[in-house]
């Protein structure tokens, strides 16, 4: 008899985007006339810079020749992409990451649910609160969460991100073994300085922890004085793993592309206390069940690094932030408390109410539709995300109609 894995029961139904979606039809089919303003999914809306898209038609028509063609390439990922990848994105911020060290893959979704694979079940989780659930999730899924009970996993370590500690989470409270980081966050916003994400270095240092450190919305950092990687502080290349995507930095989520970075000498333990480094293990993982990103999305990934692929993308951040900083600007002033939208693309608003209340409130009276916080987690309750993902026409409508409703 074929048995399922009963931890995927233990996961719980994610009604989030599809409610929202309920709600958002049913006020489209009593208000047809109006027109709603979409400031809810984490989605990008521009198209991708013309550098990326010339490297992509260059690619495909090498493919169409015989002399050109490319078949399974390294499942690690083009040599062309990775020497790209730590000459701009680490060494040239004084992070010494080799071109070896990095794995392309098709996302960041993949690798941060994918990396958990190479760690002990009984492994210890610290996962922020809230969070971009597949942390979470795939760990559920491998059994190491535990039960359901008063909206909590029972052998996860939540890390609270609330008002009171700025939305950095405390260091753990109880011994873990790996923690899940996200700067600039998802969903809140927030950032962390190079001093804080010391602080959580030398924790994984002293209790022979890992951080698993996702810096998806990296490119958004304007503040010069933020790290963009974990590898900025000392001493983490050997507690840190980094993950890392084109979707939010180059509109890639469409295309599909993201890369891991493992250092050779980021270690875990085997059950006798032996350090054991984590690269080989991954290598072998990600050579067995993936078979390298496509030859015509590495050449669009490696034109991002080009001089006309950074303008481009900088030229896209920029306008995404500015949409931000509207939001942020428009909302402070309504008298509530933002986070995030400074070096973020998401505002994370406490609304001083049940977040679904808040939702609700924002859609029928102004036609605009954002994310509950209480999506996230439980401590995301009282808060909605606005994300700046739109035309800034939409945002400074959206924001004048969230003005007159809230008035
Ligand atoms: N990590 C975070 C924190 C995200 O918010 C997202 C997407 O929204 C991802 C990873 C997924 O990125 P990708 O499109 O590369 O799979």
């Known amino acids: 008899m074929i048995k399922i894995n009963e931890n995927y029961l233990k996961l719980q139904a994610s009604y989030l985007f599809s409610d929202i979606a309920k709600r958002v039809a049913g006020f489209q089919e009593a208000n047809p006339e109006k027109e709603v303003i979409k400031l809810g999914i984490g989605d990008v809306t521009r198209s991708l810079p013309d550098a990326c898209i010339e490297a992509f038609h260059k690619a ?27 000459e701009n994105d680490f060494q040239a911020r004084g992070a010494d990451i080799s071109p070896d060290e990095i794995f392309v893959s098709d996302g960041a979704k993949c690798d941060s649910g994918n990396i958990q694979e190479i760690f002990a079940i009984d492994s210890k989780i610290a996962i922020p609160d809230p969070v971009y659930p597949v942390y979470l999730d795939t760990n559920v899924m491998a059994g190491r969460a535990g039960d359901f009970d008063n909206n909590r996993y029972q052998n996860i370590a939540y890390l609270e991100s609330t008002k009171q500690n700025g939305f950095i989470p405390d260091l753990p ?53 933020l790290p963009h990687s974990i590898y900025e502080i000392e001493g983490a290349k050997e507690v840190a793993i980094e993950i890392r995507s084109f979707s939010k930095t180059a509109g890639f989520t469409g295309v599909r592309c993201g890369y891991t970075v493992i250092p050779k000498e980021c270690m875990a333990y085997d059950v ?35 001089e006309a692929g950074k303008a481009q993308c900088k030229e896209r951040i920029d306008f995404y932030l500015r949409n931000a900083k509207l939001v ?25 109410r049940d977040s679904w209340e808040f939702f609700d409130l924002l859609l029928k009276k102004a036609g605009v539709v954002c994310t509950p916080g209480a999506g996230f987690g439980k401590c995301g309750e009282g808060f909605i995300r606005i994300s700046a993902f739109n035309s800034f026409e939409n945002v400074e409508k959206a924001m004048a109609r969230i003005k007159s409703a809230l008035a």
């Not at 969903?187 to 698993?212: C, F, H, R």
């Not at 069940?289 to 991002?304: C, D, E, I, L, T």
């Open 328 to 352: 942020r600007e428009e909302m402070t002033a309504l008298g509530y408390d933002c986070v995030g939208g400074d070096n973020s693309p998401y505002i994370w608003i406490d609304g001083q």
């Open 60 to 86: 495909a028509d090498e493919m169409a020749d015989e002399s050109t063609f490319r078949g399974y390439g390294p499942e690690q990922g083009y040599p062309f992409l990775k020497e790209a990848i730590a």
């Open 173 to 225: 409270s109880e011994p873990v073994d790996l923690i899940y980081l996200c700067f600039p966050n998802n969903p809140t916003g927030a950032t962390i300085s190079k001093t804080q994400l010391k602080t959580w270095v030398d924790y994984a240092k002293t209790n022979k922890a890992l951080i698993l450190f996702d810096a998806a919305y990296e490119s958004f950092i304007r503040d010069d004085s």
């Open 272 to 306: 006798n206390g032996n350090p054991h480094p984590l690269h080989p293990l991954w290598n072998r993982r990600h050579t067995t069940k993936f078979n390298g990103a496509s030859y015509p999305v590495q050449r669009a990934a490696a034109a991002v690094y080009s």
